[in-house]
């Protein structure tokens, strides 16, 4: 069976990040961390695949309880999983360790000038030709309004050099050609065992039988994206990684 | 007048009796469901027929019934004469008129601040007999309640909930009886069967599925490991009211995922076992997962069919195990026929002629995680199979993913988990599911409808050559019962944790199905 509401019981009565520092083998945390954090959210918590943990304040998790909720459960809708093999021990544990991370962590500094940053983004990059930030550009990529609370420096620059390495999420190019001829592609929207819902460049959302396709191909480990590595020189990278760090999800 | 009036009378009261005679012989009655699995045989078919391939087209939805809770919603309806008796997350009980949906009795029963599930507040279905619908609660009692308005006539504890007890299985009425199975084996319990007296709610018999001190099995535990050793009884059984025996699946050992310290085959946990009716007294075990270490629960709906095995005609036992396996047993005196996968493992090297897996050190959960197939959730978990004596085809929705297995220490607390570690399964596109038809006499796939993801819906086929499941994406579907073409589908909105049941109203066939937090019905149109 499949343990869970006791878990959460313990947490909600016993809050066990609470315990502080002084009741925490850290050593023990932080194998907890290594083994089962530390692949997307980087060593020491500094981000990867993952954001950064190393944050004085994390977005979702403003009090203990609902950090242990999201190290237990996952978040739903992202990549994070659920993680109650742990148990209410290694939950305190990789609890303890995070805030631990926290209460240590020095403001995020990435080299380079946001304000050049956010006019390559809007311009040479064309960014904001499939992504949105706030209010403005065009949803058909990833939302970038809160990325740098999201991946780390070192996440984004991997993701703008190489966006095949970083592809997955959720975004899944597919190319669809329907038994009367017409070819749809773009991304999956969503998907079940009969339809698939594709949202192409233009913005359209084209909803499909499957049973209506001649072929249906999807390309989890392909991104939309170019490579930037060759469109932007060493100081433009940097001062657009600059500019996505910056973005906290805060207007 | 006087004889119409007599006439609805008597209707009225035959209507509300649902003797136990008339659920050995459900099959005279197709238009009811009358148990768990509408028959003791466990087999999760309907004999209505008037929803075919050649008109499922035109099904469409007619009603639903929302619930008021965010737990999931397991139930399987009982349907007797126009009317559906159910179970809603967490212990409510409720009668809805079959023709409209509308609730017409509903009883609703708090739930203590700290019980203790692993899985959800979840609840699986009621069972009838006579005028009175029984069900379990998560606190480990068994109700019963008056069919007509759902007063309670009794109310017996079954166990002590503060030790990690509880009830979430469908009670099996029978013969002046009702049995049911306990559930908990993530709290260091020690499982049991139980039959309680169905007028008076006396138990009658107790059979524990860890033998005590002294009893035949004990020595395959360790020290007192045997008090703590789990083996819960949590999804109702079958039973054969021919030779009056009981046939019901086991799960896991505790603690779940550090064998240390119960050296042993660790009976009867994982195991089917067959109990004389009367007593309780054990006629037979098979254990399927001896000495577990990855929660392969053997708390699958076994299904009781005849046939023709090597040359023989036997009185058969199929149960399509979370382990991975197709096994038929002789029901008759236990003894292991086969065992075939139907799923991807890798827990075991195999089985041998005597039903036995070949251990495989490499797969036990260690600190780090071990990857095996299936996940703990198994290949398949309580959801119901189904076969059809139409086309002799046993269908089963099966989970394809993996899961790291992590080995932690364990140390008994009362009311606390019991686990000695966990489990992280893999997800994505890494995890699917199916719907395989096998043959129900060699395990022998004949056809297969893939899924996106491992489902957590039960099937129904019919004698209208279908079989209908649902989807985590939602989607709710009828196959053929022969080929596994997808005929006709509906999307319901939410994830389903349903077994699908059928019954009439008014001479017209209905599927009724949850999903998310409402019962949907549906009828041709």
């Known amino acids: 069976m499949l343990p869970l509401l006791p878990l959460l019981l313990f947490l909600s009565q ?47 998790a403003r009090t203990d309880e609902e950090l242990g909720q999201i190290i237990l459960f996952g978040l739903p809708g992202t990549e994070m999983p659920p993680s109650w093999h742990l148990g209410v021990e290694g939950v305190t544990l990789a609890a303890a360790y995070v805030r631990m ?88 929207v969503n998907e079940d065992n009969f339809t698939i819902q594709i949202l192409e460049p233009s913005g359209a959302v084209h909803s499909l039988r499957k049973s209506a396709l001649a072929e249906l191909q999807e390309s989890p480990n392909e991104s939309k994206m170019p490579s930037y590595k060759t469109i932007f020189s060493e100081g433009e990278l940097q001062d657009l990684l600059a500019y996505l760090s910056s973005l906290r999800g805060e207007q | 007048m006087k004889f119409s009036l007599a006439a609805a009378l008597l209707a009225g009261v035959l209507c509300a009796q649902v003797p136990y005679t008339r659920i050995v012989t459900a099959d005279k009655e197709p238009q009811n469901w009358l148990t768990y699995s509408r028959t003791y045989n466990g087999q999760r078919y309907s004999p209505l027929g008037e929803i075919t391939a050649a008109n499922v087209a035109r099904l469409k ?11 999931h919603f397991e139930t399987t309806p009982i349907a007797v004469d126009g ?90 009425a029978i013969a002046g009886k ?37 009893q035949p099995g004990n020595q395959t535990w360790t020290g007192d490991g045997w008090l703590r050793g789990g083996a819960p009884a949590w999804v109702t059984g079958a039973y054969d009211p021919d030779s009056n025996v009981l046939y019901w699946g086991t799960g896991n050992p505790g603690p779940d995922w550090n064998p240390d310290g119960r050296a042993g085959d660790n009976l009867y946990s994982c195991s089917l076992v067959a109990l004389d009716a009367n007593t309780g007294q054990l006629k037979w075990h098979f254990q399927f997962t001896p000495h577990d270490s990855h929660d392969y629960d053997s708390t699958n709906v076994p299904m009781l069919i005849d046939g023709v095995v090597r040359g023989q005609p036997r009185k ?12 038929l047993l002789d029901r008759t005196t236990g003894e292991f026929l086969s065992a075939t996968p139907y799923a991807k493992f890798t827990w075991t090297k195999g089985i041998d002629d005597s039903g036995r897996p070949q251990p495989d050190a490499s797969m036990e959960p260690s600190e780090n995680g071990t990857l095996v197939w299936p996940s703990l959730y198994g290949a398949t978990n309580w959801f119901s199979p ?6 002799k085809l046993v269908y089963v929705s099966v989970r394809e993913q993996s899961s790291y297995f992590y080995k932690a220490e364990a140390e ?114």
Request: aromatic residues 10%; positive net charge.
């Open chain 2, 61 to 71: 939805p007619l009603w639903s019934y929302q619930i008021e809770q965010m737990d």
């Open chain 2, 316 to 327: 058969l036992l199929a149960l399509a195990n979370r382990n991975a396996f197709y096994y």
């Open chain 2, 386 to 391: 189904s076969y059809s004596p139409a086309t």
């Open chain 2, 83 to 172: 009317i559906l008796y159910l179970t809603e997350p967490p212990d409510t009980i409720s009668a809805v008129d079959a023709r409209s949906g509308r609730r017409l009795w509903r009883y609703v029963r708090p739930v203590p601040a700290d019980i203790q599930v692993c899985c959800g507040r979840v609840n699986r279905g009621v069972a009838i007999l006579d005028n009175t619908v029984y069900a379990g609660t998560l606190d480990a009692h068994l109700l019963a309640l008056n069919a007509k308005n759902g007063a309670v006539e009794w109310d017996t504890q079954v166990a002590d909930y503060k030790s990690g007890h509880s009830l979430t299985g469908a009670p099996l």
């Open chain 1, 101 to 188: 991370l926290g209460a240590h962590a020095t403001p995020p500094h990435v080299d380079g000038d946001v304000v050049k940053g956010k006019g390559l983004f809007r311009g040479k990059g064309g960014c904001t030709g499939c992504h949105t930030i706030g209010a403005e550009g065009h949803a058909f990529g990833p939302d970038l309004s809160d990325i740098g609370a999201r991946r780390s420096a070192a996440g984004l620059r991997e993701a703008l050099i190489e966006p095949n390495a970083a592809a997955g999420g959720g975004f899944v190019p597919v190319r669809a050609v329907t038994r009367l001829g017409e070819k749809v592609g773009g991304v999956r």
């Open chain 2, 412 to 525: 008994y607390q009362k009311g606390a988990m019991f686990t000695g570690g966990g489990e992280r399964a893999v997800g994505g596109a890494k995890a699917s599911g199916a719907v395989r038809a096998l043959d129900a006499l060699t395990g022998n796939i004949k056809w297969e409808f893939k899924l996106q993801s491992p489902p957590w819906s039960g099937l129904l086929s019919t004698a209208g050559g279908l079989v209908f499941g649902g989807s985590m994406e939602g989607n709710f579907y009828a196959l053929d019962a022969v080929t596994g073409k997808p005929l006709w589908d509906y999307q319901t909105g939410a994830e389903m944790y349903s077994n699908v049941m059928s019954f009439a109203v008014d001479g017209q066939q209905r599927i009724a199905v949850t999903s998310g937090h409402a019962l949907f019905v549906f009828g041709l149109q």
């Open chain 1, 14 to 60: 016993a809050n066990p990040a609470a315990a502080g520092p002084s009741g925490i083998d850290f050593a023990r945390a932080k194998r907890v961390f290594d083994t089962n954090c530390a692949g997307c959210h980087g060593p020491e918590g500094r981000g990867g695949k993952g954001p950064s943990l190393a944050v004085p304040k994390l977005r979702r």
């Open chain 2, 178 to 214: 009702v049995v049911v199975g306990i559930a908990g084996g993530e709290y260091g319990i020690r499982g049991f069967i139980d039959a309680y007296d169905a007028k008076s709610g006396k138990q009658l018999w107790r059979f524990w599925t860890v033998p005590g001190s002294g």
